[in-house]
């Protein structure tokens, strides 16, 4: 009983610290965005803001998914390979819109599970499992395509990605519908509360009889999905395939995620604030442009965010 | 243990590597007359030094139960500075050697410090300064730009014996050094003992802050000597110099059987997995085999290769 009242307590102070986060993010965003658009009268437009929203959707897709392997005690280092052989391979295989889907989310759900496989079953770190099937998937798609991805993006796939309804982005309402279901299994599901018991406390979630290895398998299942889904949307954005489609996503949704208040030590992490840490990433990348600093300076305030915010988290989890 | 199995922390894992490496040898030389002959041995040597050398770094660093990914940034900004300070004048090299030694001591410091006193995990760390660093690099210098002074462009491309480039023995050098520091000093038993059980080792008097700082350094030391080479090889410096050796710098370590969670291997097998890995490429060259396979080729490798240790540590 004494556990459980700990845990109902430490309940209570996580939610109060979490809240205390988001609203970090959320004020670290007004500031920014303010600021900026005090400096360029360009930035504060409809138009802008809204490009801005839907650049970030694709990293949007695939934070949630590396969010939920973080609170795993895990790492997926394998997303942007995902995401390019998802777009390489139903790009090239099909020309109607279900199919596009339905390749890239099934290649998306086989690495995920086998990434699992290797974590849960074969005790492989997370690193090394899925730099391994990175690093494979590359070779394999490269292969594949013999080094120049053809075929076409299907117009109806170019609308789910740059398309509006009512003027509503319809990449963001997909985004916004994943995103909730994704907020309520974590928060409100009883699947959640056991991702969060096993990233908080593995041992313990084997003690009282979870099936912990199907979990880490799903979390990793699920990043694979919501990588492909990223991939999807960023070529569907873009509007050319690329071996080396969502390059560098792999570090900016770990970097996200942390930002968003996820922990390497697992146990931690919230939807909402990987998400409105995907939306200040994007808006400073986007601001480095319209103030007219070089473009490199993109990665060195990506460097010191990371730092600052990894910093904050730790200062306010000791505390 | 002996001394001298200690020395190199001799593993039945090398035994194997020693195989593969004869076994892609033999096909190499049965395929292509040219595989095996003078030349090509010494430009397989030519193309191990870089990966020998942050692998080296990489080991260290793993060792002591962290992990360094900066050097994608750290080696562009290194090679772009000693190529811009360097120039072509022989008279100021030895000074820009001893000032990109002593910058690359210090980045990595900084990583260390971050790492030991913020305790903010060593991946995010060294992440977020790669990113810091690549950036500096490019602001500094969009493309390739400097030069070094020529007699060091000749020294890096001379043979000794015709085949023995010195590369090679710049890279023998670091891992004797480094496997003596592991094997003989206090240091090394330090890195060893936060590496396998960072609260014990404090316990028993280990100043574990210390230790990663100065681990780290050294990681941030040998890149600089990874950087100093890169630029006399290229002869400009490039900001771009390092994209890819985060990751590629791992799977060595791990090959050559050095355990993540750190605290078990060493420097023998890291080096006898670079030899194998770069073979392997320079073997798929010889039988028109496209690059692309090697990359399923060397994930294989990684997955067998843990799940191997993976099993037996759990024994």
């Not at chain 1, 290895?213 to 050319?240: E, K, P, Q, T």
């Not at chain 2, 050398?53 to 050097?71: E, K, W």
């Not at chain 2, 802050?209 to 630029?231: C, D, E, F, N």
């Amino acid at each position: 009983m004494n556990g459980l009242a700990l845990r109902l307590g430490s309940t209570a102070t996580v939610r109060g610290r979490k809240s205390r986060e988001l609203l970090l993010l959320t004020g670290f965003l007004v500031v920014i965005w303010t600021v900026t658009g005090i400096l360029s009268p360009r930035f504060l437009t409809p138009q802008n803001l809204s490009d801005i929203l839907v650049q970030a959707a694709p990293l949007g897709f695939v934070v949630i998914g590396q969010m939920l392997v973080i609170v795993m005690r895990g790492l997926d280092l394998s997303v942007a390979s995902v995401m390019a052989t998802a777009a390489v391979l139903s790009t090239s295989t099909f020309d109607n819109t279900g199919g596009v889907f339905v390749v890239g989310i099934l290649l998306g759900a086989g690495v995920g599970a086998v990434n699992g496989y290797l974590v849960a079953y074969r005790k492989v770190t997370p690193f090394l499992a899925t730099l391994a099937t990175m690093i494979i998937l590359q070779g394999i798609r490269f292969a594949y395509t013999g080094g120049a991805p053809g075929g076409s993006l299907p117009d109806a796939f170019r609308f789910l990605a740059t398309g509006r309804i009512a003027g509503i982005p319809v990449s963001l309402m997909i985004l916004a519908v994943v995103a909730f279901a994704a907020h309520w299994m974590l928060e409100r599901s009883v699947l959640g509360r056991q991702f969060m018991l096993y990233g908080d406390n593995p041992a313990a979630a084997r003690m009282t009889g979870l099936p912990v290895n199907r979990l880490v398998v799903l979390a990793f299942v699920i990043s694979g999905v919501m990588a492909a889904l990223g991939g999807l949307f960023l070529v569907g954005y873009v509007g050319i395939v690329d071996n080396w489609t969502g390059r560098g996503y792999e570090l900016d949704s770990i970097a996200a995620a942390v930002i968003g208040g996820a922990s390497l030590r697992g146990g931690k992490g919230s939807v909402l604030g990987a998400l409105l840490a995907a939306l200040i990433l994007v808006s400073l990348f986007n601001i480095v442009v319209i103030v007219g600093l070089s473009i490199e300076f993109q990665m060195v305030i990506k460097g010191v965010l990371i730092l600052l915010a990894a910093g904050v988290y730790l200062r306010s989890s000791r505390a | 243990m002996s001394d001298f199995a200690r020395a190199i922390r001799f593993q039945p894992v090398h035994l194997v590597i020693v195989g593969l490496i004869l076994t892609v040898f033999v096909v190499g030389a049965v395929h292509s007359e040219r595989f095996a002959t003078l030349t090509n041995v010494s430009n397989i040597q030519d193309q191990l030094v870089v990966l020998a050398l942050v692998a080296l770094a990489q080991t260290v660093v793993i060792l002591s139960g962290g992990i360094d990914l900066s050097f994608a940034g750290m080696l562009g900004l290194l090679t772009v500075l000693f190529a811009s300070v360097a120039g072509g004048d022989p008279a100021v090299f030895a000074a820009a050697v001893v000032g990109i030694l002593t910058l690359g001591a210090l980045l990595g410091a900084i990583n260390g410090g971050l790492i030991a006193f913020t305790g903010i995990h060593p991946l995010i760390v060294t992440l977020a300064t790669s990113s810091i660093m690549a950036g500096v690099a490019l602001l500094h210098s969009n493309q390739p730009s400097g030069s070094v002074a020529l007699f060091f462009e000749d020294l890096v491309y001379a043979r000794l014996f015709g085949f023995v480039p010195y590369g090679t023995i710049y890279v023998l050098a670091a891992y004797f050094v480094i496997g003596f520091m592991l094997w003989r000093t206090q240091f090394g038993t330090r890195i060893y003992a936060v590496g396998d059980d960072e609260r014990a080792a404090a316990i028993s008097g280990v100043p574990v802050r210390l230790t990663k700082l100065m681990v780290y350094s050294l990681s941030g030391l040998i890149a600089a000597m990874a950087a100093i080479y890169m630029v006399g090889r290229f002869g400009v410096g490039d900001p771009r110099a390092g994209v890819g050796f985060d990751l590629r710098s791992i799977t060595p370590v791990i090959v050559g059987g050095t355990i993540l969670a750190g605290g078990r291997g060493g420097v023998l097998g890291t080096l006898l997995a670079v030899i194998l890995l770069i073979l392997l490429r320079n073997v798929l060259n010889f039988l028109n085999v496209s690059s692309f396979y090697l990359w399923i080729v060397e994930g294989l490798i990684v997955i067998v290769a843990v799940s191997l240790f993976a099993a037996r540590a759990s024994k």
